[in-house]
């Protein structure tokens, strides 16, 4: 007999009661002082904050289900032999902003079924932004229902986007930036991934492109910009991933990802 899969609002309702969960902790840790190391480089740093939440995640999940799979920034992939469902965890998306002080970073919390996410939550706990989504059930921010960003010509589009750690990297994404700034309204960094495609999906930015990313980084948040209406894509035409994420309203879709390719974006690597 086939496992049927579970429902898409019951995962996303687990993980709106976990991301409280860890907001809460986030924000102890944070008024306590933290301590910081760092990972692939100087300005990738990671706290005792991201491991504590997402051990808390971590645990949670395996007490409330225990045959699930996890991944996680910190912890990498535990996997459950025949699971249906896998969590995708980044405890503190935007650690450099949460570090600093400065109010625009997130839990991210994902649950696919069988390799596709159905369910994501993304919130803020400093300014209580609460983001959702269950496929097929639209995206909301808290009991509003969100209908994506505004359809506008690209040269008033408010475009949103972040930049790698390595060095070498961040100086040719800079030049591809500068390229498109002189093609679109103006441009925002704020430093999270996860709430750039929730500002997008909001309607705050019109335009979102980023890659490369992690998993963790963008799962719950492209999930919340495709139920709120908006038109998503990876490099050249292919899906929106690890490689590069980027959203429009459908009616600027194509001309924005053509622009992209044009400017060398999808060249960078």
Known sequence: MTERPPDPMELSDLAVELAGRAGALMLRHQAAGLSVSTKSSVTDVVTDADY????????????LRPADSILGEEGGQAE????????????????????LGLPQFAVSIAAQVRGQTVAGCVLNPSSGDLFRAAAGHGAFLGDRRLAGPRSVPLEQAVMATGFSYDPARRARQGKA?????????????LGSAALDLCALAAGWVDLYYEGPLGEWDFAAGLLIAAEAGVATS????????????????????????????????????
């Open 52 to 63: 504590a939440v997402e051990e808390l995640l971590r645990t949670s999940l395996a007490r």
């Open 80 to 99: 459950t032999a025949g699971s249906l469902v896998r969590w995708v965890l980044d405890p503190i998306d935007g650690t450099v902003n949460y570090m």
């Open 177 to 189: 930036a500068g390229q498109l700034l002189a093609r679109v309204g103006n441009l925002r960094r």
């Open 234 to 269: 990876g490099l050249r035409g292919r899906p929106a991933g690890v490689e590069m994420v980027a959203g429009a309203h459908p009616d600027r879709a194509e001309e924005f990802f053509e622009l992209l390719t044009a400017t060398g974006v999808a060249d960078i690597g």
